[in-house]
């Protein structure tokens, strides 16, 4: 298990909280366009502030090579206390004798962020000697950025070797979502993975046939399913190298006794194109100059029934071109039977990724399900059942 902020004193009046955040976010025009990720770290700093914490925001901000000023915190500080509706504070280094002599002069129930991490080159090389500088600035670490837990940088995971370690709100909620989606599920349990090429996400299928009842394929994916099936899936995004591949994980899953839903009817059309000309058809009928869409009807009212058969749900990726109406028809239907099932108590839904995040906004449904990850790469990892070091370090020696 780890410790959470829970488990920290409760009066931190004058500590120092060095808080590992995911304040990587979109900008337009030097504004945040999305402040989704700003939003998620308000409940843990809050809180620490309220017990008179000094809190001290650590994060990383693009791929910056050294030192470059387009990629600075500083406007993402001044958006940050807006969203906090709190005051804000910079500190133009995260590491060193310049950003010591600053934290001292914050006040107890003060916030600063913190200069980009990745200005210092050891912080993606999780340099020991990068650690213990940013380490000097706190007397706790509190990692709320799952987002970036599969990552073992100096922020994430360094920091938990050299200072009491505690989950943030938004990491403790993460954890918890996941533990319950596949650590300890309540069965049967049913996956639905899409988007456009197996070969991204291979391990992801390999490790849940093993933990899941029921694997939903969508998305371009599914048709290197169909063809490695015997399926003439005409001119449909399809990866026919990897037929061997897609015929052994459906071997694996018939041998784990998981059971492997590919749609029988797809819609197909001639364009790749917001509301091209389009059809439904078997999927053995599809037309030799036509691409598969999205799933069609049929296939959807079945995935719903099967939906309706189960306790929990993990979601990564669209079932077809949802960026292109109509083609977002199967991608929206089963989301908001998911939805509904989870608004009816019967169904613990989780779901995470980008494309997946967008998918679900674009149903209207994303505030009904039961948990969605705004997290990337640490979402598929975990899903590939990879131990993620920023999580793994906080389950580690420090204790408080």
Known sequence: MFATIDDMPGDLRGKRVLVRADLNVPMQDGVVSDATRLQACVPTVAALADRGAVVLILSHFGRPKGVEKALSLRPIAWALGEVLGREMAFVADCAGPDAEAAVVELHPGQI???????????????????????????????????????????????????????????????????EAAL??????????????????????????????????????????????????????????????????????????????????????????????????????????????????????????????TCATLVWNGPLGAFELEPFDAATVALARTAAALTEGGTLVSVAGGGDTVAALNHAGVADKFTFVSTAGGAFLEWMEGKTLPGVEALQQEHRP
């Open 183 to 308: 650590g300890k599920p309540e069965r049967p349990v049913v996956a639905v993975v899409g988007g456009a090429k197996v070969s991204t996400k291979l391990d992801v299928l390999l490790h849940l046939v093993g933990k899941v009842d029921h694997l939903i394929i969508g998305g371009g994916m599914a048709n290197t399913f169909l063809a490695a099936n015997g399926v003439d899936v005409g001119k449909s995004l399809c990866e026919h190298a990897l037929a061997d591949t897609a015929r052994e994980i459906l071997t694996r899953a018939a041998a784990a006794g998981c059971t492997v839903h590919l749609p029988y009817d797809v819609v197909v059309a001639r364009e790749f194109k917001a509301h091209a000309a389009y059809e439904v058809v078997n999927i053995h009928e599809v037309p030799a100059d036509a691409m598969i869409l999205d799933l069609g009807p049929l296939a959807v009212e079945m995935l719903s029934d099967v939906l309706k």
């Open 112 to 178: 600063a962020v913190l200069e980009n991490t990745r200005f210092h080159p050891g912080e993606e090389a999780n340099d020991p000697a990068l650690a213990a500088a940013i380490a000097r600035l706190g007397d706790y670490f509190v990692n709320d950025a799952f987002s970036a837990a599969h990552r073992a940088h100096a922020s994430t995971e360094g920091l938990a070797h050299l200072l009491p370690a505690f989950a943030g709100r938004a990491m403790e909620a993460e954890l918890k979502a996941l």
